[in-house]
């Protein structure tokens, strides 16, 4: 009998992870919807600071696009703050100064580490945080900033977008980053993300916290830190950053440090789990729901094998062949038949174990699961 609870509880709740709370959170966002006062017209000075260690790949591209929105160029300053780059990234930065671009050199330390440095040396009003490797579209910057209209904003995101893959894995990593923003638009619907986009996210400069040195999710302290003084934090759909695809080796290690943070987030952030936290049913639906679905999985499997026959089978079968098929997807060549039935089990299950090495962060150095960026590679 304990057997069949434990599998029915277990089902439940990976049912509710997975589908339940993103469709409850869904119809939530359509029939109680919290609007944003937008204008077009409001203005403010905005810091856009790139903090980089060795993105000269992308450098030079990421600041002629923001030399190219379609805001004032006298209310923006640029700032590319380098971490200890040891490429040509300072070289490149250097080379736009005649065009209002400002480097600032800061010892290797982390992001974290990079903004804390240059935030008290930025004069705008608002700041413009994005990684090196998103491109923006020109209206980007306008279209963020008229959302600070509204008192009640404290950050807005971007929407952040992948380019078409050019394989399976990279087709349904982006599928996965689809339902994720599906996800977060409607947690700005209701009141406030659990986050930012991080490659694209504007805040109040007279909000910014200085980050935890070894924090591994930036763009989940500084926002979390903003929502809990009484902030929203918002999506703005109009406002698109575009990122290359990731294959599924670097998208793995990408999760493995964000859902670490959240176990560092859970640690140091007891204000989360309080009252103040007018997302606290959300944060832990979402984020500690994600974090428990492996071991939920583990126990649904272990209690359907359990069983006794035919029903074992029935239950642990389909249980048994997901990851069967996530498993073989490494030998099946790209463009196959079989590749296009198995990519989607092996990304799903990917994100997934994720949040079993996340745990790592309780035994070694956040700065070892840090990634840099890396060229897109394709097979």
Not at 128 to 137: H, I, K, N, W
Request: with cysteine.
């Amino acid at each position: 009998m304990t057997a069949y609870i434990i599998l029915a509880l277990a089902a439940a709740a990976a049912i509710y992870v997975l589908a339940g709370y993103p469709c409850l959170l869904a119809l939530r966002a359509r029939w109680f919807p919290r609007p944003v006062k937008r204008s077009e017209q409001y203005r403010a000075t905005v810091s856009v600071i790139i903090a980089v260690r060795n993105g000269a790949r992308w450098l030079a591209r990421k600041l002629d696009a923001v030399l190219a929105q379609d805001y004032p160029h006298g209310l923006m300053e640029i700032i590319v703050v380098s971490d200890g780059s040891t490429d040509t990234t300072e070289a490149i930065a250097a080379a736009y100064a005649d065009r209002g671009v400002r480097l600032v050199r800061v010892p290797p330390g982390g992001k974290p580490a990079a903004l804390n440095a240059v935030v008290p040396q930025a004069r705008g009003e608002l700041l413009l945080l994005t990684d090196v490797r998103q491109m923006l579209e020109a209206s980007c910057l306008a279209k963020l900033v008229a959302v600070m209209a509204d008192p009640e904003v404290g950050v807005v995101s971007g929407d952040l977008r992948i380019s078409a893959g050019a394989n399976e894995e990279e087709r349904s990593t982006g599928l996965y980053w689809r339902y994720e923003n599906w996800i977060r638009g409607n947690l700005a619907r209701v009141d406030s993300m659990l986050g930012a986009t991080g490659p694209i996210y504007l805040i109040r400069r007279s909000l910014y916290t200085p980050i935890p040195p070894d924090s591994l999710l930036d763009d989940v302290f500084l926002p979390l830190s903003v929502h809990l003084k009484g902030y929203r934090l918002v999506l703005e759909e109009g406002a698109i950053a575009v990122d290359e695809p990731s294959d599924l080796s670097i998208e793995f290690r990408r999760k493995v440090r964000t859902q670490a943070g959240i176990v560092q987030l859970v640690r140091t952030f007891p204000g989360l789990f309080s009252s103040r936290n007018r997302m606290r049913f959300d944060f832990v639906s979402l984020k500690l729901g994600r974090l428990l679905l492996p071991y939920i999985f583990a126990a649904l499997l272990a209690c359907s094998l359990a069983l006794p026959s035919p029903w074992r089978w029935w239950i642990a079968g389909p249980q048994v062949g997901f990851w069967a098929l996530a498993a073989l997807d490494p030998v099946f060549p790209p463009g196959s038949l079989a590749k296009k039935l198995t990519a989607v089990p092996r990304a799903v299950a990917t994100l997934i174990l994720a949040a079993v090495f996340a745990v790592k962060v309780l035994f070694v150095s956040p700065r070892k699961l840090w990634i840099e960026a890396r060229p897109r590679t394709t097979s």
